[in-house]
């Protein structure tokens, strides 16, 4: 999904983008590329430049896990950021997985159908929608109702999701983020392959982001919404492991109580109340989209 070097190309954008005085490194001339330098990773870090340089290029594949924390600390990782990074290592030394899809448990769409006023969804690492119950399909009626499940996809190819998300920007990168964090270890994944790939093709601001190689999960956050039906609605979510099926996510949504956003949800929980109960979401197959 990075051109056959994720390890590499991670090192060489978080290099780019560290501040060398942040880092410790004295100012010394105009330098040629942002951030720092190699050999002054090489020796935060306390290996060769050498080394270093064929780990960004992809021809030393084994780094150690003492390497590759000392990288980390060099280049000013977050805990987040870390522990991508030694699951990239891990991956780059033959541990790689392919995403499966297992089939959500039917005892947790009867639990997120008895949520009436929470919008809920089922995410897999792609950030594909496998689940939602009624209040979650009714709020991502924008996207799910033409046929799109995926929300990365969504973002960067539908033009009306600069309108459903007032804070296009942020989101676009929150996704890309989240994407990067879920997929690490999912190397020649075909659906990852596929999805990056055709949004590498059809969308420049995908490209710019995703060289940016951010991570950060789903977790808990903000995101505004401008609904067609209800219109301005401002929720926050919080994201939960799927225990029985370790790459699903389950994301559950909530307005803060006697808001406007609430009242706009309570609307929006009427309109819900018609569709079926918690079901599945179709997911293409992976090579069913038209590349074009």
Do not use: I
Not at 132 to 145: E, S
Not at 158 to 167: E, N, Q, S, V
Not at 202 to 231: I, Q, T
Request: proline content about 6%; charged content about 25%; overall charge neutral.
């Amino acid at each position: 999904m990075d051109s056959g070097n994720p390890l590499g190309g991670f090192l060489r954008a978080r290099r780019e983008m560290t501040d060398p005085s942040r880092a410790g490194q004295p100012w010394s001339g105009r330098r040629r590329t942002p951030g720092l330098r190699r050999e002054e990773v090489a020796r935060l870090s306390g290996v060769s430049a050498d080394y270093y340089a064929r780990l960004e290029q992809g021809r030393e594949k084994h780094p150690s896990a003492q390497v590759v924390h000392s990288l980390a600390g060099a280049l000013g990782l977050d805990p987040e950021e870390t522990a991508h990074l030694h699951q990239l290592a891990r991956t780059a030394r033959g541990s790689v997985r392919r995403g499966g899809r297992a089939p959500v448990g039917p005892s947790l769409l009867r639990l997120m159908d008895g949520w009436h006023h929470t919008p809920a969804l089922v995410l897999d690492r792609r950030l594909d929608v496998l689940a939602g119950n009624r209040l979650g399909r009714a709020l991502f009626a924008t996207m799910l109702d033409r046929g799109e499940t995926n929300l990365v996809r969504f973002t960067f190819l539908d033009p009306d999701a600069r309108d459903f998300y007032p804070d296009w920007e942020r989101v676009a990168r929150s996704g890309l983020a989240a994407l990067r964090a879920g997929g690490g270890d999912l190397v020649n994944d075909p659906g990852l392959t596929e999805l990056v790939g055709e949004l590498s093709l059809k969308s420049p601001e995908f490209r710019a982001l995703w060289a940016r190689h951010d991570v950060r999960g789903k977790g808990h956050e903000a995101k505004s919404f401008h609904h067609h039906e209800v219109g301005e609605l401002t929720l926050t979510y919080d994201s939960f492991t799927v225990d029985s099926a370790a790459d699903q996510q389950l994301v559950v949504y909530q307005a803060e109580p006697g808001s406007a956003s609430g009242q706009s949800l309570a609307l929006l929980a009427t309109v819900a109340a018609d569709l079926p109960a918690s079901d599945l979401v179709t997911v293409p197959r992976v090579g069913a989209r038209d590349p074009a």
